[in-house]
């Protein structure tokens, strides 16, 4: 028998891997540059502004096993994810430095990896993370192109969480 505090252990975890890298990429660098500049990616993170140090505040498990995961920045930019055990995905939103939802997505967790999809304007984005290469990451582009980096060209790039959506290093901590 599973007891209700480790229902949502696996799916935060998953989400963990999705939206965090290693302690010493924790700064964010306000542009998107090098080699994430000419990415899909771009055009739907742009106003993702986060900012400074930042923090992973989680949530304890409730009884039905949702779960609440929050990253927040030093400029007040944050990316919430909120499991919801029944359909066992997470409703992930970015917000702005200025509290303005600039993307939205559903993630879901399967034994082969966890995958994101984006929808905005009219327009769809699928992140996919494979278990083999966790911080690697495979973009599916609105005009149907796939983009993939690996975990060497992630954790060899200075964190950019305004061109990848906040997959950035964030320590424990408390979020205002």
Known sequence: MHSTSSI???????????????????????????P????CL??????FDAAGTCAADQGPVSESGAQTLTLCWRNGATVVGTFDPASQSW??????SHGKVVARSTTVV??????????????????????P???????????GRTETYSAGLILNTPSQPR???GIVGCPPGPCP
């Open 36 to 39: 994430f500049k000419g990415t």
């Open 91 to 96: 409703a992930v939103v970015h917000r702005s």
């Open 133 to 143: 290469d966790p911080f690697g990451f495979d973009v599916t582009c609105p005009n």
């Open 163 to 165: 061109c990848i959506g």
């Open 8 to 34: 949502g252990r696996m799916p935060t975890l998953a989400l963990l891997s999705v939206v965090t890298m290693p302690l010493d990429t924790a700064q964010a660098t306000p542009r998107c540059t090098g």
């Open 110 to 131: 399967s034994p082969t990896g966890v995958e994101s999809t984006f929808n905005r304007r009219g327009r769809r984005w699928i992140v996919r993370r494979p278990v």
């Open 42 to 47: 771009r055009p739907l993170l742009r106003h």
